[in-house]
């Protein structure tokens, strides 16, 4: 494939900063570009062993400054755009809803507005299963493209709004773009404020592990190597205009997972305390991959493999998470979790 100019935002996160691993690795040839505003959620340090790589490159920039974005795009010339950055933790958002709404949905447009001028090849949209809202505990509906976006909280009703956006400028304008809604990703580089990561660090510390309301809330896991494989796909392969829901059937209640890293771990159920429910929460995501699976997208993890692989790193790499709880991150914790024993 020839040399394309790729431009990732949000590639110093969790999801975004995976991606462009995965994307330098099987494509050389590519110009990889990751901007990012170096948010809390947003750490350089996973790019320890690409940043000298010559065609790796790293811009900070807010995607809501619009005065610094157009400039980039009138410069750069990107020939694709796959757009991770964002607020992306929803207790956060129920905290402070308005920097999601800055970040998520005028972000959103003004990358779209810059897209438009530059006339990008193909721009990607990641988003997220949350934008339709939840299913309940007791049925096996799954999400489709074509279920109505309900979502509940601050951080799905501006990744929905951004969602609507993304698709205004592909009728409005012409924009080639695809939206895609994947499930929930676990793995390496996961920023220890979500349930996976923060359990096995807390379990890993001889912590105690708060699991919100009763734990059978129930999440549709998935690899984010599968995700980026997803994305990579939809980048080059995907129909113009298109959704594509992205996951693997891999629910399993919160207290299943908890409980499956604990045993892992050598740990007893003690640790788990159960704190109040999260404001809102939704019961139930599940999703239907069939569409993006008729594109010849599969995943390669089971929740099984998946998650010892992530336990396994996450022990092996404890100077990357301890970095960030033993620093600025420590008062958001002490904050939030009175169980903190530090
Ligand atoms: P993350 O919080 O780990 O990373 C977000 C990144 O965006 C950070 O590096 C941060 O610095 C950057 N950022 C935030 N605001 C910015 C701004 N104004 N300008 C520039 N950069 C900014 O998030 P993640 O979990 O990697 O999620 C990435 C994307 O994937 C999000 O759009 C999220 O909605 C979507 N998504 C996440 C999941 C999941 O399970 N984590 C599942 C489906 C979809
Ligand atoms: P999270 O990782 O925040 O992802 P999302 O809210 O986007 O699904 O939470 C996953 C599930 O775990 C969700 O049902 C809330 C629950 N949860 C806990 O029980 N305890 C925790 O400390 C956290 C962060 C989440």
Redesign the pocket.
């Known amino acids: 494939m020839q040399g394309k100019k790729l431009l990732v ?10 991606f462009v691993q995965y994307m330098i690795n099987k494509y050389p040839q590519y110009d990889i570009n990751n ?9 350089l340090t996973k790019h320890r062993e690409i940043e000298k790589k010559e065609n790796y490159h790293f811009m ?6 619009r005065e610094a974005i157009l400039p980039l795009f009138e410069k750069e010339k990107f020939d694709y755009v796959v ?7 929803v207790d956060r958002s129920i905290t402070d809803p308005e ?1 999601f709404v ?3 949905v005028l ?1 959103t447009q003004v990358l779209l507005d810059a897209a438009k001028q530059m006339e990008v090849t193909k721009f990607v ?6 934008v339709y809202g939840e299913l309940e505990l007791d049925s096996s509906t799954l999400f489709t493209e074509e279920t109505l976006l309900q979502p509940n909280s601050p ?1 799905s009703a501006s ?1 929905a709004s ?1 969602d609507f956006l993304v698709r205004a400028y592909h009728e409005t304008f012409g924009l080639p773009v695809n939206i ?7 793995g390496p ?3 220890p404020e ?1 349930l996976i990561p923060l359990t096995i660090s807390r379990v890993v510390n001889n912590q105690k592990v708060p699991v919100y309301g009763d734990g059978k809330n129930i999440r549709d896991w ?1 690899h ?1 190597h599968d ?1 980026c494989a997803a994305l990579d796909l939809v980048l080059h392969e995907g129909v113009t205009g298109e959704v594509y829901n ?1 996951g693997g059937h891999n629910e399993r209640t919160n207290l299943d997972v908890v409980k499956t890293i604990m045993t892992t771990l050598g740990k007893s159920e003690e640790f788990i305390e159960f704190v109040p429910d999260r404001l809102g929460h939704d019961k139930r995501y599940a999703i239907d991959p069939t569409k993006l699976e008729k594109l010849g997208w599969k995943p390669t993890y089971t929740f099984e493999t998946g998650i010892a692989q992530t336990i396994e790193w996450y022990v092996e790499n404890k100077w990357w998470w301890e970095q960030i709880i033993s620093g600025e991150y420590k008062n958001y914790f002490k904050k939030h979790y009175s169980l903190d024993q530090s």
Request: glycine fraction near 14%.
């Open positions: 935002t949000g590639g110093a996160g969790f999801i975004g900063g995976n901007l990012d505003g170096l948010t809390y959620a947003g750490d900070k920039a807010d995607i809501a400054d757009h991770f950055a964002a607020e992306s933790h920097i800055r970040t998520n972000g949209h990641v988003s997220t299963d949350e951080y990744k951004s895609t809604r994947c499930s929930n990703n676990y580089f996961h920023f979500k998935l984010v995700h992205i």
